[in-house]
């Protein structure tokens, strides 16, 4: 993930920073605690796209 784009993106639903996690391809909004998959290189920002995190992920 490109840094100057991760700097810019913020969370659809807070506008909280975001956290990209490399292992699981996707964007993490650790107080909405949902993920945001990242596909062939794009974030996918929908909400209906998002993830939520389960209890062991929120802090990983």
Do not use: H, Q, S, T
Not at 12 to 38: Q, S
Not at 46 to 60: F, K, Q, S, T
């Amino acid at each position: 993930m490109d840094a100057k784009l991760l700097e810019i993106l913020v969370c659809p639903l807070c506008k909280g920073p975001l956290e990209f996690r490399k292992a699981a391809n996707e964007l993490v909004c650790k107080p909405c605690r949902v993920a945001y998959p990242v596909r062939d290189g794009i974030p996918v920002m929908l909400e209906d796209e998002a993830r939520a995190l389960g209890e062991d992920e929120a802090g990983a």
